[in-house]
T-cell receptor, first 113, second 114 residues
């Protein structure tokens, strides 16, 4: 059974710091991996999607990497800002055709000014 | 604007009552999903549908029911059989063709049992 783990559960950093959020999964047979952001009491916003054949994806200050063989993904946030404070969720898709995601419990990030 | 809408934003249910949560999307997506989120836990799948008039149980389907009569709509009913329904409910949709299948989420409905 696929399990997704995110460490740490919470992280506090000063503004301007570069940081890495970690995601690990137990079964390397994934179709893709998606990183989301969730603000308190809100829905999820998709940040980046990495196909199983890709190694990384970039969007602005965000860079996500994927190492299927080791069952790991990282989300790198450059030059963090207070507006980046949120919970970041990692999720993997098991197969191709419209199947659901399996989520980790998330990392709650706090960036202080 | 394309997107997913959920209503109501807040819902209160009395013991023994059935309630229905609405989810509508105008993204022309074939697949739709319902997840439940509890404090300190990841999202868990309740039901999903890949096509109109067809749906599949997820990991925690007991006490819930769904219908998919239209492509745009995927309502979730929380029945009295669901023993602990207080949670944040999230609806999502995605394509089933092409390569990405990126999932997009609605704003959520917070259900509280009185």
């Amino acid at each position: 059974k696929q399990e997704v783990t995110q460490i740490p559960a919470a992280l506090s950093v000063p503004e301007g710091e570069n940081l890495v959020l970690n995601c690990s999964f137990t079964d390397s047979a994934i179709y893709n991996l998606q990183w989301f952001r969730q603000d308190p009491g809100k829905g999820l916003t998709s940040l980046l999607l990495i196909q199983s054949s890709q190694r990384e994806q970039t969007s602005g200050r965000l860079n996500a990497s994927l190492d299927k063989s080791s069952g790991r993904s990282t989300l790198y946030i450059a030059a963090s800002q207070p507006g980046d404070s949120a919970t970041y969720l990692c999720a993997v898709r098991r197969s191709q055709a419209g199947t659901a995601l399996i989520f980790g419990k998330g990392t709650t990030l706090s960036v202080s000014s | 604007d394309g997107g997913i809408t959920q209503s109501p934003k807040y819902l209160f249910r009395k013991e023994g009552q059935n309630v229905t949560l609405s989810c509508e999307q105008n993204l022309n997506h074939d697949a739709m999903y319902w997840y439940r989120q509890d404090p300190g836990q990841g999202l868990r799948l309740i039901y999903y549908s890949q096509i109109v008039n067809d749906f599949q149980k997820g990991d925690i389907a007991e006490g819930y029911s769904v219908s998919r009569e239209k492509k745009e709509s995927f309502p979730l009913t929380v029945t009295s059989a669901q023993k602990n329904p207080t949670a944040f409910y999230l609806c999502a949709s995605s394509t089933t063709s092409g390569r990405l299948h990126e999932q997009f989420f609605g704003p959520g409905t917070r259900l509280t049992v009185l």
